[in-house]
């Protein structure tokens, strides 16, 4: 026998597969919580433009604002 410990064809597969879904499910909540972040970053500058844009801070303050939400990227 060739296969592992003598676990058969059938065995094998279930590893296969169980690994797969195992690795697949890492991938996905690394990226779904990547995008997450990046999301609100963009939503927290979306409101600070809204903010500008309606005169309720200035353009210094608004730079300024928009200079530290950039570096925590």
Known sequence: MWYWHGMGPGR????????TVVILLVIWATRSTTRHGQR?????LRVLDD???R????REDYEERR??????R
């Open 67 to 72: 200079r530290v939400l950039e570096s925590h």
């Open 51 to 53: 903010r500008l844009a």
């Open 12 to 19: 094998w597969m279930m590893m296969i597969a169980f690994w």
């Open 40 to 44: 609100d970053e963009d939503s927290a």
């Open 55 to 58: 005169g309720e801070i200035e």
